[in-house]
């Protein structure tokens, strides 16, 4: 089981690698050629079409849970039935979620062309584009879902490298001026299509025990069920959006889609540390289903605490990173197309945002997988809410970072009371957990920044090299601090054995 789970995992991390070193060479490139405005543009259409993703009404986590729990207990008709439940209900979400688009790209394409409709028929085949990838994206959330509650990660993240890196060839090779906005999301949509179709002819192996789909499975009852498990799902999904969607609307609203690339660039940086974490825990929740249909809550709670040790070991240093060395590659990277005083700012205000929930990064993991994620349903819509105000106010008071700054202050709530639920179901003390996940990582973190901010203050980040170097050595430096002070001698133990090779 660690070896598949380290398997699953490395995958992530590599289509995670791929996607950050793709968005380091595109990302300049991309504001370039579309120009601040249409690169604004599409961020504020496609935190739209995030948005609307909600009305998915949680079905992806819903999905693999369902597939993970039913596998284990070796019930095929209940994993078609899912299945078929699941692809029916999406196809639909899909086609109204098209419609839309399609209508507004016929009857007021003109209202995002900054030219008074000039270039009308650009931004009608935009939404156009759109359109029609959300006909695909949704059903193939279904059979990537299953996937992933099979714990195959391994396939689908090989397929989405290549996706990523073919994009990217072509969008550099044939991107212009003129056709930039149009080739990048045609080029998305045509993706998606292929992506459907290979996942669904993988999960048609035997070894994947013949999933298809047939309507004679469809059940209202299983739906029913399903959407049951998945609205708690849902609340948090949807709260979870507006926390992260907003700021890019909030922004583009009152400031102007050209002033979006400030806050995106930083926010884009800051959110790898987000996607790292997501990425490393993915596979967990499936694990967590199968571990808690078999009843062996001890091993859940082992692999909890550990996993929770070395992940936030990871976090906090990385956001620490970000913060003294992120303004300085930002400045380089961009060109000094920002105000750096601005950038950050906005880095640090971010780099809080995003740390302090992720130092319990499985919560939402190990709720889902044992049905007790409605904590997240009850306290995540409120506190989505207080941020769009607080951000919609600061905006108007503070420019961009005011939605920065409003992102900030509802996380010191909300991240104790979801501790505080993990704990009671692990059943451990938030004290006991402190000491083991967090606290360890201190005094090496301590080090580690300190040497960072001496040479930020004394010498400068002058070019890549200073700053790859710098990475290097305060990296090294904080992992054998961190190998020597922090782990103990059960922990390096599980890690060496996942070694390959090792006797």
Same mark, same amino acid.
């Given at each position: 089981?660690?070896?598949?789970?380290?398997?699953?995992?490395?995958?992530?991390?590599?289509?995670?690698?791929?996607?950050?070193?793709?968005?380091?060479?595109?990302?300049?490139?991309?504001?370039?050629?579309?120009g601040?405005?249409?690169? *604004?543009?599409?961020?504020?259409?496609l935190?739209?079409?995030?948005?609307?993703?909600?009305?998915?009404?949680?079905?992806?986590?819903?999905?693999?849970?369902?597939?993970?729990?039913?596998?284990?207990?070796?019930?095929?008709?209940?994993?078609?039935?899912?299945?078929?439940?699941?692809?029916?209900?999406?196809?639909?979400?899909?086609?109204?979620?098209?419609?839309?688009?399609?209508?507004?790209?016929?009857?007021?394409?003109?209202?995002?062309?900054?030219?008074?409709?000039?270039?009308?028929?650009?931004?009608?085949?935009?939404?156009?584009?759109? *359109?029609?990838?959300?006909?695909?994206?949704?059903?193939?959330?279904?059979?990537?879902?299953?996937?992933?509650?099979?714990?195959?990660?391994?396939?689908?993240?090989?397929?989405?490298?290549?996706?990523?890196?073919?994009?990217?060839?072509i969008?550099?090779?044939?991107?212009?001026?003129?056709?930039?906005?149009?080739?990048?999301?045609?080029?998305?949509a045509?993706?998606?299509?292929?992506?459907?179709?290979?996942?669904?002819?993988?999960?048609?192996?035997?070894?994947?025990?013949?999933?298809?789909?047939?309507?004679?499975?469809?059940?209202?009852?299983?739906?029913?069920?399903?959407?049951?498990?998945?609205?708690?799902?849902?609340?948090?999904?949807?709260?979870?959006?507006?926390?992260?969607?907003?700021?890019?609307?909030?922004?583009?609203?009152?400031?102007?889609?050209?002033?979006?690339?400030?806050?995106?660039?930083?926010?884009?940086?800051? *959110?790898?540390?987000?996607?790292?974490?997501?990425?490393?825990?993915?596979?967990?929740?499936?694990?967590?289903?199968?571990?808690?249909?078999?009843?062996?809550?001890?091993?859940?709670?082992?692999?909890?605490?550990?996993?929770?040790?070395?992940?936030?070991?990871?976090?906090?240093?990385?956001?620490?990173?970000?913060?003294?060395?992120?303004?300085?590659?930002?400045?380089?990277?961009?060109?000094?197309?920002?105000?750096?005083?601005?950038?950050?700012?906005?880095?640090?205000?971010?780099?809080?945002?995003?740390?302090?929930?992720?130092?319990?990064?499985?919560?939402?993991?190990?709720?889902?997988?044992?049905?007790?994620?409605?904590?997240?349903?009850?306290?995540?819509?409120?506190?989505?809410?207080?941020?769009?105000?607080?951000?919609?106010?600061?905006?108007?008071?503070y420019?961009?970072?005011?939605?920065?700054?409003?992102?900030?202050l509802?996380?010191?709530?909300?991240?104790p009371?979801?501790?505080?639920?993990?704990?009671?179901?692990l059943?451990?003390?938030?004290?006991?957990?402190?000491?083991?996940?967090?606290?360890?990582?201190?005094?090496p973190?301590?080090?580690?920044?300190?040497?960072?901010?001496?040479?930020?203050?004394?010498?400068?980040?002058e070019?890549?090299?200073?700053?790859?170097?710098?990475?290097?050595?305060?990296?090294?430096?904080?992992?054998?601090?961190?190998?020597?002070?922090?782990?103990?001698?059960?922990?390096?133990?599980?890690?060496?054995?996942?070694?390959?090779?090792?006797?």
């Open positions: 089981m660690l070896r598949r789970l380290l398997v699953n995992t490395s995958s992530n991390m590599a289509q995670l690698i791929v996607s950050m070193v793709v968005t380091f060479i595109m990302a300049p490139i991309y504001l370039k050629l579309m601040h405005h249409d690169y *604004g543009l599409r961020e504020m259409v935190a739209l079409v995030g948005y609307m993703g909600m009305l998915d009404l949680g079905m992806r986590p819903t999905i693999s849970r369902f597939a993970s729990m039913h596998n284990a207990r070796g019930e095929r008709v209940s994993l078609l039935t899912v299945y078929s439940c699941s692809l029916v209900f999406m196809f639909f979400v899909g086609l109204v979620l098209s419609v839309f688009f399609v209508i507004w790209a016929f009857a007021f394409p003109e209202v995002l062309d900054p030219q008074d409709g000039e270039q009308a028929t650009k931004y009608m085949l935009f939404l156009l584009l759109i *359109g029609a990838q959300l006909i695909f994206v949704f059903p193939k959330l279904v059979t990537e879902s299953y996937l992933e509650g099979l714990q195959r990660y391994y396939f689908k993240n090989m397929v989405n490298i290549i996706s990523t890196i073919s994009i990217a060839v969008a550099y090779f044939h991107m212009t001026p003129e056709n930039g906005l149009v080739l990048l999301v045609g080029l998305v045509i993706s998606q299509a292929i992506k459907l179709v290979i996942f669904g002819i993988v999960l048609l192996k035997p070894a994947l025990g013949t999933i298809y789909p047939n309507l004679r499975y469809f059940s209202v009852e299983k739906l029913r069920e399903m959407l049951s498990f998945g609205l708690k799902s849902f609340i948090q999904g949807a709260a979870g959006k507006v926390e992260k969607m907003s700021d890019r609307l909030v922004i583009g609203t009152i400031l102007g889609p050209a002033m979006i690339p400030v806050y995106t660039i930083p926010a884009t940086l800051v *959110g790898y540390i987000s996607s790292i974490t997501m990425t490393l825990s993915h596979t967990f929740m499936p694990l967590f289903s199968d571990l808690s249909a078999r009843g062996q809550q001890h091993r859940i709670k082992a692999i909890y605490l550990l996993a929770s040790k070395l992940l936030v070991g990871l976090i906090i240093p990385m956001g620490v990173g970000i913060c003294l060395i992120g303004g300085p590659f930002i400045g380089i990277w961009m060109e000094g197309q920002f105000d750096p005083v601005i950038v950050d700012a906005i880095l640090v205000l971010l780099v809080t945002y995003t740390v302090v929930p992720m130092l319990n990064p499985f919560a939402s993991r190990y709720l889902t997988a044992i049905n007790q994620h409605v904590i997240f349903a009850k306290v995540a819509p409120p506190a989505a809410l207080v941020n769009l105000g607080l951000s919609i106010w600061l905006v108007l008071e420019g961009v970072v005011g939605a920065a700054l409003g992102s900030v509802p996380v010191f709530v909300v991240m009371l979801y501790l505080y639920v993990v704990c009671h179901n059943e451990v003390s938030m004290l006991h957990y402190f000491r083991a996940t967090i606290l360890p990582a201190v005094i973190v301590a080090l580690m920044g300190g040497g960072l901010f001496w040479f930020r203050t004394t010498h400068g980040f070019g890549y090299l200073d700053i790859v170097l710098s990475v290097l050595v305060s990296a090294l430096v904080y992992s054998l601090v961190y190998w020597v002070f922090a782990m103990g001698r059960e922990d390096r133990e599980v890690l060496l054995r996942l070694l390959p090779g090792r006797r």
